[in-house]
Each structure stands twice: as structure tokens, then as C-alpha cells.
């Protein structure tokens, strides 16, 4: 069985993001989370760190969050959009999943690709390849 802090600083690459003591670099990523209900911009969309910065590049981008105590402060995303842990970490590695169950709008549906495209290259590196080694990265995220 491989370590769990070696999926989570190692395989999984979570460091590159949730680093240091409250598991947090406080930069600003986009993980291409989905739209929630409010927003400030057209439509009620929320485009994140662009908003403050007007970059183009910044679209999209929230910062960080702590992991600490993770397992209890559900739901996920700044958002809230994910509703439990495994649905959020297995975004991280494959936003595909979390669709199937989404009644997506029409809105959504045409525009998605655009949060989609700015999804952060850093979660190209995970190396998560079977359910064992994504239950052991969850008991870490509990021990938090
Ligand atoms: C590219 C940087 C980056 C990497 C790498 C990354 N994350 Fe994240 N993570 C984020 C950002 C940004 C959010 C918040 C997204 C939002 O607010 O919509 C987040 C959210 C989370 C959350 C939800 C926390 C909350 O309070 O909402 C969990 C749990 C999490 N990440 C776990 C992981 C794990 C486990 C890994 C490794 C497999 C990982 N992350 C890799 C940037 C990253």
C-alpha cells in the first residue's frame, strides 16, 4: 500500500497548490469549477480572480483553500457546488463525472468550455490511477 502523504505530496501533486502549514500557496487557480447560482457578472456568473484583476488570464481563478479540518466544512468550492469530499478531490483529477448527475442549464451548456480552458496545467501532473490509491488519499484529507 503506498503511503497516503506520498499520494498527496507525491502522486497526487496537491502540494502544488495546498501548500505549506494550512495547506495553501493563498495564490489564485482555477480547478474550472462549475458556475454557481450568483455572481456578479452578465448572467450571474462569477469569473473569479479577473473580476479584481480585469486579466484575461485571471478568469476563472479563486485562491487556494486550506485543507485543514477539510473533512468537516462541506460543502466545497467557494461556491459550494461540490457536495461531498470525493466528488471535489475527484474533480481535481477528472471534472467529466461530476456532469453526469448535473442538470445543466442551457447557459451551462454552451459555455462551459470556456471554464474548462483555463483550468490549471498543475492538475495535468496528478498521478492517481486506481480506487485504492483514491480512498488512501482521502483517510489523509480526514487526518487534517
Ligand atoms: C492547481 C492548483 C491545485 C492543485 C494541484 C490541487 N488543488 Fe485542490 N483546490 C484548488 C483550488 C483553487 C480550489 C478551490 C476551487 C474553488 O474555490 O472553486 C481547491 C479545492 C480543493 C478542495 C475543496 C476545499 C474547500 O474547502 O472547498 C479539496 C478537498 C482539494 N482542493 C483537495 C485537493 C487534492 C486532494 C489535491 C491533489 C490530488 C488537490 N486539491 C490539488 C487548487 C488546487
Known amino acids: 500500500m503506498i503511503k497516503a502523504t506520498f499520494l498527496f505530496y507525491g502522486k497526487g501533486r496537491c502540494a502544488a497548490c495546498h501548500s505549506g502549514d494550512l495547506l495553501s500557496d493563498f495564490k489564485f487557480h482555477s480547478i474550472a469549477t462549475p458556475q454557481g447560482k450568483f455572481g456578479v457578472s452578465v448572467d450571474g456568473q462569477d ?7 480585469l486579466r484575461y488570464g485571471d478568469r476563472f481563478k479563486f485562491k487556494t483553500p486550506s485543507l485543514l479540518d477539510v473533512s468537516n466544512t462541506k460543502p466545497y468550492g467557494h461556491n459550494g457546488v461540490f457536495n ?5 478531490v475527484l474533480f481535481h483529477l477528472n471534472p467529466i463525472p461530476f456532469f453526469k448527475d448535473r442538470d445543466m442549464s442551457k ?3 454552451y459555455n462551459y468550455g470556456r471554464i474548462l480552458a483555463s483550468r490549471s496545467e498543475l492538475l495535468s501532473y496528478i498521478e492517481i490511477f486506481d480506487e485504492e490509491e ?8 480526514k487526518t487534517l
Open 134 to 141: 483514491f480512498q488512501n488519499l482521502l483517510e489523509f484529507l
Open 84 to 88: 461531498s469530499l470525493d466528488g471535489v
Open 47 to 53: 469569473l473569479g480572480r479577473s473580476e479584481i484583476s
Open 107 to 109: 447557459g451551462e451548456l
